[in-house]
T-cell receptor, first 110, second 114 residues
Framework: KQEVTQIPAALSVPEGENLVLNCSFT??????LQWFRQDPGKGLTSLLL?????REQTSGRLNASLDKSSGRSTLYIAASQPGDSATYLC?????????FGAGTTVTVRA | DVKVTQSSRYLVKRTGEKVFLECVQD?????MFWYRQDPGLGLRLIYF???????EKGDIPEGYSVSREKKERFSLILESASTNQTSMYLC?????????????FGSGTRLTVV
């Protein structure tokens, strides 16, 4: 069974600092890995999708890397802003299933 | 803008009631999913469907059933609601589970069973 772990569970940084969020998974036979953002009481918004053949994906201030062989992905958020405060979820796609980590809750202080 | 729409944001139901949660997607996706999200337990897969009239159990199907009569609509049914089914329910769709494509989620339904 795929196990997905996200570290740290929570993170508080001052505005402008770069954020580094980590995700690890136990089964490297994945189709892709997806990073989501969730605001309190809301649904999930997709941020980045990395195919299993890719090493990284970028969108604006966001960059995600994937090392499938070691079972790791990292989400980098450059120059954080208070609007980046949310919970970030890593999800790994095996077969028909998407397995989620517990998330990292980020607070960016103004 | 493509969407997954869940019909209710908030629902309050009584114990023993039959509850229907509706989800509609406008992306012509083959696959649809129902998850529940609970503090400390994360997201857990209840049921999924990879084609019309097809359904597969996820990790926690007990107490739930589903219906997919049309490609765009996937319904989650709580046959007899219980207080331990109080949760956030999230619907998702994807164009092809074996094609390495991403999932799109709805806004969620917060269900409270009293």
């Amino acid at each position: 069974k795929q196990e997905v772990t996200q570290i740290p569970a929570a993170l508080s940084v001052p505005e402008g600092e770069n954020l580094v969020l980590n995700c690890s998974f136990t089964d490297s036979a994945i189709y892709n890995l997806q990073w989501f953002r969730q605001d309190p009481g809301k649904g999930l918004t997709s941020l980045l999708l990395i195919q299993s053949s890719q090493r990284e994906q970028t969108s604006g201030r966001l960059n995600a890397s994937l090392d499938k062989s070691s079972g790791r992905s990292t989400l980098y958020i450059a120059a954080s802003q208070p609007g980046d405060s949310a919970t970030y979820l890593c999800a790994v796609h095996n077969d028909y299933k998407l397995s989620f980590g517990a998330g990292t809750t980020v607070t960016v202080r103004a | 803008d493509v969407k997954v729409t869940q019909s209710s944001r908030y629902l309050v139901k009584r114990t023993g009631e039959k509850v229907f949660l509706e989800c509609v997607q406008d992306m012509d996706h083959e696959n649809m999913f129902w998850y529940r999200q609970d503090p400390g337990l994360g997201l857990r897969l209840i049921y999924f469907s990879y084609d019309v009239k097809m359904k597969e159990k996820g990790d926690i199907p007990e107490g739930y059933s589903v219906s997919r009569e049309k490609k765009e609509r996937f319904s989650l049914i709580l046959e007899s609601a219980s207080t331990n089914q109080t949760s956030m329910y999230l619907c998702a769709s994807s164009p092809g589970a074996r094609q390495g494509t991403g999932y799109t989620f709805g806004s969620g339904t917060r269900l409270t069973v009293v």
